[in-house]
T-cell receptor, first 114, second 110 residues
Framework: DSGVTQTPKHLITATGQRVTLRCSPR?????VYWYQQSLDQGLQFLIQ???????AKGNILERFSAQQFPDLHSELNLSSLELGDSALYFC?????????????FGPGTRLTVL | QQPVQSPQAVILREGEDAVINCSSS?????VHWYRQKHGEAPVFLMI?????EQKGHDKISASFNEKKQQSSLYLTASQLSYSGTYFC???????????FGSGTRLSIRP
């Protein structure tokens, strides 16, 4: 158990809908990262937040947005969902901003868009 | 630039050794290695910083060749529990984001 929690574990929805994925980092961690992993694919970095502020952006679609709240939990919002958005979405947390800080991954949310 | 991992897949018998390589076209700052079992979250193995260091963790070790812009992960006397997909993540400065390779799938057979 990494200490990072993600809800829900599974999500099934229809095209065009909007969903929110939630992540609670490890106690004391200030950085939260979101990744997308499609079937048999690698990890695609989406976005990073540090202490409530956006710090780095990866290949995140405009239909996707995220935020980190004062209690440091983070939410990833996916809207106008398409079939291709079906994937595992992982959240990871680390203590600080440095890339040398270990990232601890949550169990993931499996999103299925029908 | 996504790092290139090789091989893409490898099948071993229990007790055999394996080497997984991670190459970059740009000078690396650090390399991160993770293992992911099917349906589970990636689990951190180790981080190597530029400087050509080598690290070890039980029978899993890794090296970082700054000149070749490459890192190698060594699995010695593999165990069934080593099965999974190994990802390397690379970055080019302390502030840049980590980019993961496409993974190497390792299968260990009894």
């Amino acid at each position: 158990d990494s200490g990072v929690t993600q809800t829900p574990k599974h999500l099934i929805t229809a095209t065009g809908q909007r969903v929110t994925l939630r992540c609670s980092p490890r106690s004391g961690d200030l950085s939260v990262y979101w990744y997308q992993q499609s079937l048999d694919q690698g990890l695609q970095f989406l976005i990073q937040y540090y202490n409530g502020e956006e710090r780095a952006k990866g290949n995140i679609l405009e239909r996707f947005s995220a935020q980190q709240f004062p209690d440091l939990h983070s939410e990833l919002n996916l809207s106008s969902l398409e079939l291709g958005d079906s994937a595992l979405y992982f959240c990871a947390s680390s203590t600080g901003l440095q890339n040398t800080d270990t990232q601890y991954f949550g169990p993931g949310t499996r999103l299925t868009v029908l | 630039q996504q790092p290139v991992q090789s091989p893409q897949a490898v099948i071993l018998r229990e007790g055999e050794d394996a080497v997984i390589n991670c190459s970059s076209s740009k000078a690396l700052y650090s390399v991160h290695w993770y293992r992911q079992k099917h349906g589970e979250a990636p689990v951190f193995l180790m981080i190597l910083l530029k400087g050509g260091e080598q690290k070890g963790h039980d029978k899993i070790s890794a090296s970082f060749n700054e000149k070749k812009q490459q890192s190698s992960l060594y699995l010695t006397a593999s165990q069934l529990s080593y099965s999974g997909t190994y990802f390397c993540g690379t970055d080019y400065s302390s502030a840049s984001k980590i980019i993961f390779g496409s993974g190497t799938r390792l299968s260990i057979r009894p």
